[in-house]
């Protein structure tokens, strides 16, 4: 029983705990959006896939990479806006595009897949076409576009796996591994925004 009550804990951001702490030195009410960004995290990262009747095994892993690149992109967008519901001096970027994420081994894979590139241009709106075509182009690297394309297009039923190629096991690796690599990037963004929230709490009480 306890080796099965381990195998489905929850997984938290790193700074959850400490977070819990040092908030309190501040006075600062731990709105619910916090509480959904540590729920949404949870979430994603816990994420197992789903069981679909009627679809091959390889077709639906391909669904689940592009399901759960939704549910880690939706965490950066969960900490925008907990960060935001704080309204405090410590805060962080309140857009999702001007958040920086880049991996070159990760984006030559990418790259690699030139129907998935073209599929979420095709179906994607203006904003994000025009980042997307500096990426097809070389003018960036930032991978947080091609997750905010893939994050929103399957958000509105239009991306499926099929139609982002994902028809070898490679490019199905490919997008769980961006999906685990955002995922990892938004756990250090809040770390940094909770130690730079602790560092604003030291210095006001040292004051």
Not at 53 to 64: I, V
Not at 99 to 112: A, G, P
Not at 134 to 161: C, D, K, P, W
Request: with cysteine; net charge positive.
């Amino acid at each position: 029983m306890e080796n099965k009550i381990r195998s489905i804990k929850k997984t938290y951001p790193t700074s959850c705990r400490l977070w819990s702490v040092i908030r309190l030195h501040d006075n600062v009410v731990n709105k619910p959006s916090m509480s959904h960004f540590f729920a949404r995290y949870a979430l994603a990262y816990g994420f197992m896939g789903i069981k679909v009747n009627g679809y091959k095994e390889h077709t639906l892993r391909g669904y689940n990479a592009l399901l759960k690149m939704q549910l880690v992109f939706s965490t950066l967008e969960m900490l925008i806006k907990a960060v935001g519901d704080l309204k405090h001096k410590v805060s962080v970027p309140q857009k999702t595009y001007l958040y920086i994420l880049v991996d070159e081994k990760l984006e030559k894979k990418i790259r690699s897949n030139q129907e998935l590139l073209k599929v979420l241009y095709k179906y994607s709106d203006i904003p994000l076409q025009k980042n997307l075509r500096r990426f097809m182009n070389f003018e960036t690297q930032n991978l947080i576009y091609i997750a905010s394309s893939i994050r929103h297009l399957m958000a509105h039923g239009v991306l499926t796996a099929n139609g982002a190629n994902l028809k070898l096991v490679k490019d199905i690796k490919v997008v769980e591994e961006l999906s685990n690599t955002l995922l990892n990037f938004v756990d250090e963004k809040f770390s940094d925004f909770v130690m730079r929230f602790d560092e604003y709490v030291t210095l006001k009480i040292a004051n």
